[in-house]
């Protein structure tokens, strides 16, 4: 099998170079292809100095799905990877992408993550939606043959969260098989605190109802799962108010921003599913883009 991977990157020079020594150590037949975004810390002079990538892609967008669909039209491979840029595989990654592949349509695995308290990982996830069922993958660790990718036409660059969870709705409405190994792990490198990051609410409810509406049109249950994940945010921000962790005002201004967030994604994913009537859902994917490379190095 010929394996491409694709890794996107912003900003992340010292990460990414140890990722691309694990893709040297553990997968040397594959093609390597970094996608690099307006990046400010000499990825570009980085990533060209070595000669174990192939294909550099240099975009100037710092859209993830963007840079994904840049990397995917650079890939020569039968299968085509994608891998989190601050992520290293293991040693048993590359041939467990080979033998899912005999068989499903995309392969996915869990990441390691150290902790000061230890190690996390995770494990396969899986959900029913309006009578579909479901398999989320990981962005920053997955494997799809080359004609599922392009079935699917990449990513949807109209979101910038959520485009994994989107792709994993479109993989099921074409009925392909997402499988999870346990073998197909990847790490994390540098130690984390557990800390929170700062969520951006309006995107998240604008990402969610979007992929809702324009894989399963308007219907209550679109509704009521939407609800839902609102109701139990509303109920955990709620709490953080109680203790003093968050003010009462902020509080409301999480809500205007999830509300915006819903009419806007509502509305977005119906024009979506209108554009694109095909099984693909996909109206923003790499067939509808104009190439975004500013400029690509290419080795091959």
């Not at 150590?25 to 594959?30: G, Q, T």
């Not at 699917?152 to 190994?181: I, K, Q, S």
Request: glycine share 10%; net charge negative.
């Amino acid at each position: 099998m010929d394996l491409s991977v694709v890794v996107p990157t912003l900003n992340g020079r010292d990460r990414l170079a140890t990722s691309l020594d694990a893709l040297a150590e553990h997968a040397p037949d594959a093609e390597v292809i970094v996608v690099n975004g307006p990046s400010a810390d000499g990825t570009t002079g980085m990533v060209r100095d070595r000669d174990d990538v192939d294909v550099l892609v240099e975009i100037s967008d710092r859209t993830l799905n963007v840079a994904r669909n840049a990397g995917i039209r650079a890939a020569s491979g039968d299968a085509v990877a994608l891998l989190r840029y601050d992520l290293a595989v293991e040693e048993r990654w590359r041939s467990a992408v080979e033998e899912a592949l005999e068989d499903a349509d995309a392969v996915t695995g869990p990441t390691h993550q150290t902790l000061r308290a230890g190690m996390t990982t995770e494990s396969a996830e899986r959900n029913s939606v309006c009578g579909r069922e479901v398999t989320y993958f990981n962005g920053g660790n997955v494997a799809f043959r080359a004609d599922v990718i392009d079935g699917l036409d990449g990513f949807d660059e109209y979101l910038e969260t959520g485009g994994a969870r989107d792709a994993a709705h479109r993989l099921a409405g074409l009925d392909y098989e997402v499988e999870w190994r346990p073998e197909m792990c990847v790490r994390t490198e540098y130690e984390s605190d557990g800390g929170v990051t700062e969520r951006d609410w309006g995107w998240k409810y604008r990402a969610l109802s979007y992929r809702l509406v324009k894989n399963y049109g308007v219907r209550p249950s679109v509704l009521r799962r939407t609800l839902s994940h609102a109701g139990r945010d509303a109920l955990s921000s709620a709490r953080d108010v109680v203790r003093g962790d968050a003010s009462p005002t902020g509080w409301f201004g999480i809500g205007r921003d999830v509300l915006v967030g819903i009419a806007t994604g509502s509305s977005d994913g119906f024009v979506a599913r209108r554009r694109d009537r095909s099984a693909a859902r996909n109206p923003h994917g790499c067939s509808k883009r104009a190439d975004r490379a500013v400029a690509k190095y290419d080795r091959r």
